[in-house]
């Protein structure tokens, strides 16, 4: 404001903030949040009279539960609103109101919103449909505010399609602006900047400085159709010419999906599995192991840097990885691990490195994003269909297991974690990309084994992440992400074992999807809820290998011996021993190496005391 700039502070609203609170421990049973509804209110609207006295003209409440299924019937939900917006609209002093729903329709809860008096209200029409004429009239002199811009990917905008979203609003709503369907943090700063993506991927990409003149483009639209012709124009011709772009479609690919049976989808009975493996691997009782990672020191990460200026050869660039893989291999052998790793030096993040050797994938130079809290991540774009032209990951694999007699695991991202965190193709259903990824993969896959790798391990820590927010479209988003793994790992022989790792997750909630993936050993996030996850695998009759973490690698607290036997025995309780794993709850990049050493060692020790437990025990 004492710029001359009008700002629009935002804040989350008191329904979302309510819904998305957990309890906290000491709550009594059954306690929900929302049920403090009227402790929160006069806070906002404290704020609100703070807000108007400084000046503001509109303050924004974001809403986005309200899209989302949530536990609590949706009537409790309705009377939520209802009753926030009364107060917050009835302040003495205020701002006006806008309220924001974005990620996807608003279905009942717009009659709600539209009964209150507020001053205007945002909708996402991009992922949303538009709301029916009836719904729309109950705004009356509201504003609405029309996402049409997709605010979440990075695709230009179909400008013919949004106008003729407007033009619907426009008939059955009142006064309309134009907006993105979220705030423009999803997404990078200014397509231009990225000068080594060809002109003609950059011509189908808006990032947000792109985007905010789509929203002027079609706010002109708005008040005089005329305005926006040649720009509207000009939007369908490259969506057209996108449409048709070698490496878009390509005949190869689709022949391979197309020619796709049940059979690409699974394995042998588990049981059979379990014996080849047995006659092949040799494993000890409760095998330790590691999630993949070893730290990402700064001598890695600047020969990287190096590399990647032309300071260092290729050759001398592999000849420090190879020497930090060595190390790696040595450091577990002489810690006692039963399935070593090699670490991952080579890789600068476990998407984009597979997306830098992946065709029909690209990757940005400046596209950075906010991931969460301060931490950020520079997503990959997928635009075309994949393919995998060469071995990605096989060379550094053969060398890691020609240093060491143990199994040394094969590593690799998952067709889900792959899309989840990259900007993804909107062209056609992500079900036909995850298989086009997981061919890419199951081809990566079967050359490692050729190559001797006994274990390979395929991490999807993002399956629970792209779970939709209606219920309704669970089942068809567990059925292609899962059967996107299956096809990338059901290709080996019975004797090679798959393992996969997932996390930041409520496992309960995907618990069939994880026994769906068919893995024969499963590592799970389990050390910071001290083992809760036991108790789903137990109730469920998980079958088969499963490592529930026992070090929370985000923090560099080491977890002691004691403690970390203590968790064991937790776990030993409730998953038949034969199928326990011990290992870390994630991988290890984010670590240094003191720590790390520390800890792996403790995990070992707390291994044999309780390996020794079940042996005697057993006599
Ligand atoms: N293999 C990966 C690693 O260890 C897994 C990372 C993850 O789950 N986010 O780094
Ligand atoms: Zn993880």
Redesign the pocket.
Same mark, same amino acid.
């Given at each position: 404001m004492a710029n001359g700039i009008e700002t629009r502070p935002y804040i989350v609203g008191p329904v979302t903030y309510l819904l998305l609170s957990k309890a906290s421990d000491d709550a009594p049973a059954g306690f929900a949040p929302l049920s403090r509804l009227e402790d929160v209110l006069p806070v906002y609207v404290q704020l609100l009279e703070k807000l108007a006295a400084a000046g503001a003209s509109w303050i924004q409440f974001d809403e986005p539960a309200l899209v989302v299924d949530q536990d609590t019937p949706a009537a409790e939900i309705e009377a939520a609103v209802a009753r926030a917006y009364e107060v917050l609209s009835g302040a003495a002093k205020r701002p006006q109101i806008l309220v924001s729903t974005p990620y996807g329709a608003l279905d009942g809860q717009l009659g709600t919103l539209a009964a209150t008096n507020i001053d205007a209200l945002h909708i996402d029409a991009f992922k949303g449909a538009v709301p029916s004429a009836a719904a729309l009239a109950g705004l009356g002199n509201k504003t609405l505010v029309a996402g049409v811009v997709d605010g979440h990917n990075i695709w230009r905008n179909d400008l013919a399609v949004s106008a003729g979203k407007l033009d619907e609003l426009k008939a059955a709503a009142g006064r309309i602006a134009v907006s993105t369907s979220t705030s423009a943090q999803h997404v990078p700063h200014d397509v231009t900047e990225e000068t080594q993506l060809s002109g003609e991927l950059r011509s189908w990409l808006a990032f947000a400085d792109q985007k905010a003149v789509e929203v002027r483009i079609l706010a002109d639209y708005v008040a005089d159709p005329a305005s926006a012709k040649a720009a509207i124009d000009e939007a369908s011709a490259v969506i057209a010419a996108r449409a048709t772009a070698a490496g878009v479609h390509r005949e190869d690919v689709r022949a391979r999906t197309g020619a796709l049976t049940g059979a690409d989808f699974s394995r042998s009975a588990y049981e059979v599995r379990e014996a080849a493996q047995e006659e092949a691997l040799h494993l000890p009782p409760l095998p330790t192991t590691?999630?993949?990672?070893f730290p990402q020191t700064s001598e890695i990460r600047s020969a990287r840097a190096r590399n990647n200026r032309g300071d260092l050869t290729n050759e001398q660039y592999e000849q420090l990885m190879k020497d930090e893989i060595k190390r790696v291999v040595d450091l577990q052998e002489e810690l006692g691990y039963d399935v070593l790793?090699h670490g991952?030096p080579e890789?600068n993040d @476990?998407v984009q490195y597979f997306a830098e050797n992946l065709e029909g994938v690209d990757v940005t130079v400046h596209g950075w994003v906010q991931s969460y809290g301060s931490r950020c991540t520079r997503p990959s774009i997928l635009w075309g269909d994949v393919t995998r032209s060469a071995p990605i990951t096989v060379k550094w694999a053969e060398y890691a297991q020609s240093l060491t007699n143990k199994p040394m695991k094969g @590593?690799l991202?998952g067709p889900v974690?792959i899309l989840a965190w990259s900007f993804v193709r909107d062209d056609q259903p992500l079900g036909e990309t995850a298989n086009q990824v997981g061919l890419a993969l199951r081809d990566e896959i079967a050359d490692l084994e050729a190559a001797g790798i006994k274990i390979i391990?395929v991490?999807e820590?993002a399956l629970r992440e792209l779970l939709p927010l209606r219920k309704a479209d669970h089942s068809a988003y567990l059925k292609w992400s899962v059967d996107s793994f299956r096809l990338a790992t059901a290709g080996v022989a019975d004797a090679t074992q798959i393992h996969t790792?997932?996390?930041?997750s409520e496992f309960g909630v995907i618990i069939d999807a994880i026994d769906g993936l068919d893995a024969d050993v499963t590592s799970i996030e389990a050390a910071r809820s001290r083992m809760e996850v036991v108790h789903d695998l137990e109730s469920h009759g998980f079958g088969r290998g499963v490592g529930p973490g026992v070090y929370d690698i985000h923090s560099p607290r080491v977890p002691g011996e004691q403690e970390v036997t203590e968790l064991l025995a937790t776990a030993v309780k409730h998953v038949p021993s034969r199928q326990l794993w011990v290992n870390p709850d994630?991988?290890?990049?984010t670590r240094g190496y003191a720590e790390t050493e520390e800890s792996l060692r403790n995990l070992v020790k707390a291994t044999r005391t309780v390996r020794a437990g079940l042996l005697e025990a057993a006599k």
């Open positions: 590691t999630i993949g990672s790793v991952e890789r @476990m @590593m991202t974690t391990q991490d820590p790792h997932l996390c930041y994630c991988g290890l990049k």
